[in-house]
């Protein structure tokens, strides 16, 4: 009995490096591994798997159109691991979990559950919806709490709160908060307006 | 610091049962809990949480115009309970976040994943990109495994595969089932199609 | 595949509620089960589970020298539940872990963490040990942060620092704290001398 | 309010890639972190935290005499990591589950559960019955399933079932093993025996 894993965190809490450990885990009992990454994530490069630690590895790269049907499983693969997984449609995750309940073959999506408004990636919602098991990578906010959020930053290091729902980047870009700090700072105080009824 | 829980499950897992002891066990401790329920699901009557080992308790209703924020806190709430919250709207479970990491009271939320296609509730798909903790009740399927899933059911027992998101109803109407079970069956097969690409 | 799932929470959080509403919903879809809890705990009577919000169920009772192996299960026994498990000797631990990784029946055990000093019942520490999944169940402190704690009260409510580590009571002689809390009241501070070096 | 939390997994499941991660973000984040590993593994050296991915940090070492209380924290540390966890002493787990409840300082234990015959290490059960959050990181057996179970070989690659609790080794010494596997194999047979009364 196979299971879809949703293993998500804010940014920066090193989502990539468990992915990484964890192909190694298998790949060190023998066992064969597919990775599949976004094709609209080219910071490592196309195809490319990296984590901040220096770690990395080649994927395959998903985009709109990939099928997550038995025929992207090769005869021999013990695990499915795909990053960056926001950026999967939910009919893509429909596929997923039905691929892991149809075969034998476990699928650990990695991800993160909201963006830079605090509102849901439509993949995300669809793993954190349909999904068997949830694994939380702990990110640190800046006050030290348990960061959940994310918060998209300037070239100034200002906060932004508009703009499109996908802007790759990374430690430049985004940083994880705790949702106190997200919403008690000036950013956030805006915030309170458009949730106010 | 407070927090916001979501605790989910498959239909008749023992959701209610669950909020009426965590309320239990804060009055035995002589400290205040408010509990709210959906206003639409009157199967135990208005603003009644009853769960199926009979157990029962008086709570406040919500609507989709009921506004989470500090104005619904008595002085000396020590807990907020709401059932049914797949019936919240995104801009509540938002407020109710807010509410738990500005005010000091842990705000847990009970309520099902996804719909009877599989397909997530607008407010559970929020809670789940935002809550700070889950808490999974096992609901059993069938043949012996974790159900995830709600199918429906007419009144012969054959299941259903169009309809309204929202019809309420209790065992009679739906039935949890593990994903192998929900997609294996012949309602599934229909379902493989409409997920192909 | 079957599994071994320790359940457990602080005295007062309602696990046996949880175990009979779990009976409940395999019952309910037509699967039977079998309970079990000490054979010591006479508080609802001889081999009866009831929970404090007043629903109950008959079980058969272990005691040191009931061995769980292949002849305790029925032939259609879709789950075993065992209250009280911190009174499990660790050999039973182990005979269960085997049992339900050897037969396909999932095996659930509810039982306490710790004793009234904080110090592991062997039975609990076997189950923390080798079980496959852990579910906690929320108890609150009188501080209204998550207890994990057991404190053990005189008649007249004062906090007990020695004894025996088995002296079955309810509410009237235990009560749930955070660990902030029990370290710091008066007993805990003399728990502080005990754990210096 | 600080937690200690014990993330725990069976042998080669990269517990010190997440030590190692989790340390980065939080000095990435420009907050002062401590890491401790036990004085007797010196596999990567004396002091090292390494992960078989090639990363690897200074740490300070622990070992029967070292007292975990405020003197140990510097001024600035937002996180306590400490390694090779279950070589702790009960007495030291208690001292930093009071640590983490009366300073500020979240602390992250990291170590296995069981020992090559699937019994607690004592300074494991003692995390296992006090810390307030568990991880889990996910190790693969050779068929595929979870690992929870260590299994120790001798230069043959033949299971041992005797010896010593502690015998320092990695990959060439330890399997992580499935509990089907760790009992159906024929070391499992023996093991049989001693738990049937």
Known sequence: MS??????AAMNAGK???????AHNYVERGMAVELYTAALDTRAGLGVIRSRLG????ASTFNADTVFDHRILERDTACLLIDESQFLRPVQVRQLHRLAHTSQVPIRCYGLRSDFLGHPFAGSAALL???????EVRAVCGCGKKATMNARLDATGARVSAGEQTLIGGNERYIAMCPRCFYLDSAGEQDAQSTAA
Chains 1, 2, 3, 4 share one sequence.
Do not use: H, V
Request: net charge negative; no cysteine.
């Open 55 to 58: 770690i990395e590895r080649g």
């Open 3 to 8: 299971q879809l894993t949703f293993i998500f």
């Open 16 to 22: 990539s490096t468990l992915l990484l450990q964890a």
């Open 129 to 135: 919806t349909l999904a068997d098991e949830f694994e």
